[in-house]
């Protein structure tokens, strides 16, 4: 789940010095308070907003990956957590009233904090939009982790029928397609090169399919070797086109063997539904009729 | 009253099937998804450097355990087709031999249905009738709610096996007990279009001219009847004989009772065990007796209905059933269904 923690190492660990130090100072410098002198309702206060802020940078060092946003987030919240540490350090610890650091440590870090989380956030949301626009193909404006399937990073069932549907809403009186194509005799793939192999193909088949799709078109995966592409505001014979692009990439597509390194040609099937206003499972249903009839390989006319 | 039953069997806490065989290809597809072993393992008090040994055996139980562990860490429905798929021939030693060196389906059903090892914790068997094969799948052990996971699984190792072997995909049909899951698609990619649910037993059917045709020697390690002969002299030997699963056991006794009705009190006595310690026992395996009966009765049912084309009125004096309408009541109690109905979904073609 933190995998991605190990290359924040020097960062956290830059972090963890940090907050030794100012406790170390503080200890120095500073005489501890009495028991009765301590406001705990600060102390939980401040203390629970230093570990709740410790959390934050936990979770988006363990989900993002090296990079000038991480930096700035990172860094900007690290300011915050050293202000708040100190604040519930002075709850424990009296610092001389000479001391002009203590004071300028909490006013100055707050702020800096701030401004470098806001910076942050921005090239965040900028990095964001560029992000979107590489996953348009996939999930097309809704994100919702849980219908990914693990494999491919597509969209399943579920997804496919609610975007189908979304469409159909949205759009109920254009023409809509739906493509869905499986791998020829991949079941033999999978016995002579192992899983493994057939795992591979399928993941490299769905980046390869991506690459072949205009920007609104949506590739998800059906089930096993087949995947369903929702053409909305598309017509028959665009559809046909399409179809037939995809055949010819796939065919022309060099798979590299993980093992061997040997060359694997392979074909799909490629069945087609359109029309107007159909629910998913019209259309679901209407193509995978098209593809059982399509084997071989043919255009629908 | 009758002797004891002459058979042996098993319970749930048989150390019974090989970890290395049927088990290890469903978990060789967690680990090479990242899922560690110890997370699949949980629960069984099993290690998997000791499963690599490969003279561990497990219980019923913890095949379940791990099945039930399987289906909730990998969370998606194609699990259970996907460990079917690399099921046979698998390398269960000369077992696996016997299905690379079967030359039709005919000799390869016989190997199935014969070997309880290829097929642990479901039980196979074939029946014809005038031209239509029925390879029936059951409970064999009691696995409760992995039954559906492993029905999915073992359907589909078989057929596409023999899908490989022909290097095409035959006009399978398929009828299955339980009822539409979620995943229909998941059935439709890997079985085709002709599934059926909710149909009270778990059927693969396909025309009977295919029994007899040799399989293409395409895909196939060369055959010959001579290795054939030496695989199956080899699994003679090994075969535990007879040997069934608790539940397998008491069907079996009810049916070849049939028509003779059982009561639970009469079969428990063929167990040698008293009532309350059979009913007890059977709860464990997560079955009734009511429940096995109905079964039972329904299978001998189809049986005839299929076979000799029996109609309403001879099965309820077959079963002693009062007349044709109780009949029906009693058929639509136990698989949902009247029998006109099922006569027509179990139609092949």
Redesign the interface.
Known sequence: MFSLLVHHKNKGLFLIGLLVFAFATNLMLGEAKAWQEIDWVDVVGEGGSAFAIGLWILFILGSRPQGRVTNLLSLGLGFMLLAFWQDALDEFIRIPAEQWWDQGFESISMPIGIMLLTYGLYHWHQEQISINDQLRKREQYFREHLAVDKLTHLGRIDFLRSQINRFSKLFPFNDHALLILDVENFSDMNRKYSTREGDRFLHALSELLMLNLRKDDLLCRYAGDRFAIVLPNTNVETANILSKELYTAVSNFAFKLEKSGETLYQNINIGIAHGQGLSADQFIEQANTSLNQSKPFSIVA | MKQPINISWYENDARIYPAHFHAAGLMD?LL??GIESDRFLKGTRLFYDDLLKGSIRLDSSQFCHIIENAKRLYA?P?LS??WG??MFPGHFDAYSQLICHAGNLKQLTDVLSRYSILTPLLSLKIWEDADTVYIQWNDAIGLGTSYAFVIEAYVTAFT?LV??YF?EKLPWKFSFSFSEPK?I??Y???LG?NVQFSMGVDLIMLNKSWLEKPFPSI?RNLSSNAAFTVAKRQCENENEKGSLGFIEAIASVLNNESPNILSLNETADRFGMSPATFKRKLKNHGWSFQRLQDQSKLEVSLYLIQTKGLGNTELAEYLNITDANNFRKAFKRWCGMTPATIREKLVYG
């Open positions: 597809i090479e998804r998606l194609e087709f996907r798929h690399g596409s899908n490989w290097s995943h698609e998941e439709k990619v890997n279009d895909n």
